[in-house]
């Protein structure tokens, strides 16, 4: 068996080989971009995930602010409520032991301040 190596047969082994090395290139090519695509849809899911869930920490942090200015708010006025409820009662008290004290003298000074 003889090989005869033409000109025209070495011209087509040669496209035949660079067809299909540019064929093996385009299909890694394609692979390759096909994962990066992948790997770039991943990332941005993951970015859109921080970033909803930063903008739901944000949420709550301020939720929990404004819970917390509605506190200071109402804590010094629910205290001076006390803190008048406490001295009325001691002004009421004051009263009533004067009013005793009046009482006590007032029969004393009837009964010629014996006491019986």
Do not use: C
């Not at 971009?33 to 944000?58: P, Y």
């Amino acid at each position: 068996m003889v090989f005869e190596l033409t000109m025209a047969n070495l011209i087509s082994l040669a496209g035949l080989f660079l067809g299909a090395l540019w064929a093996l290139l385009k299909v890694i090519g394609s692979q390759s971009e096909r994962r990066a695509n992948e790997k770039f849809a991943a990332l941005q899911e993951s970015i859109a995930n921080v970033g909803r869930d930063t903008r739901r920490e944000a949420d709550a942090a301020r939720q929990l602010e404004t819970s917390f200015l509605r506190f200071q708010a109402e804590l010094p006025r629910d205290y001076v409520r006390r803190d008048d409820f406490v001295q009325a009662i001691g002004s009421i008290s004051t009263r009533i032991d004067n009013f005793a004290l009046r009482v006590e003298r007032a029969l004393d000074n009837r009964n010629g301040g014996h006491p019986q």
